[in-house]
């Protein structure tokens, strides 16, 4: 009878458990709501990309970024991170092409400068199948491609 007991109480306890975790999720999500949507445009000779920005309560940024290339196929994605002072760092989740399932992450810098934001170059190494930026190499903000000016929101 005890062992029935235990083993009962060992099948019940993960799932009171798992109820009440997804119960503290959904309250944190209620309290990290969007506080700010700004939306930004950029253009390189063929190349064009747009970034929507939802800056939430927490601080945190979300939201979601694309890039159509002039002769290769676009990549679309969500971007996570935060704002550390004027530069903006996230984790771009990405699919390349339009019938893709395989999903890339790369680490993006941004400076905001002048009411823009300036995509930087790094050198990025791969850990664990987790892309960073080089601990120590400088971020080049000259030397990227896209400098984004704020749109109006569609």
């Known amino acids: ?3 029935n007991l235990l083993y009962l109480a060992y099948t019940v306890f993960p799932f009171v458990y798992a109820c009440n975790s997804s119960d503290k999720k959904a309250e944190v999500a ?3 709501s969007v506080i700010n949507q700004t939306c930004y445009a ?3 000779e063929k190349d064009s990309a747009a970034i929507i920005i939802k800056t939430m309560a927490s601080g945190k940024i979300t939201g979601s970024m694309l890039v159509k290339y002039g002769e290769k196929p676009q990549n679309n994605g969500t971007i996570e991170g935060k704002f550390h002072g ?4 996230v984790d ?12 890339f992450t790369n680490p993006l810098a941004f400076l905001k400068k002048d ?13 664990l199948g987790r892309s960073y930026f080089v601990k120590g190499k400088p971020i080049n903000y000259d030397a990227g491609k896209f400098s984004f000016v704020e749109v109006n929101c569609k």
């Open 92 to 103: 771009y989740h990405f699919k390349t092409g339009k019938d893709s399932t395989n999903v």
């Open 42 to 44: 950029s253009s390189f």
């Open 1 to 3: 009878m005890k062992k």
């Open 115 to 127: 009411g823009k934001l300036i995509m930087g170059v790094a050198q990025i190494e791969t850990t």
């Open 30 to 32: 209620k309290k990290d």
């Open 86 to 89: 004027d530069t903006l760092l």
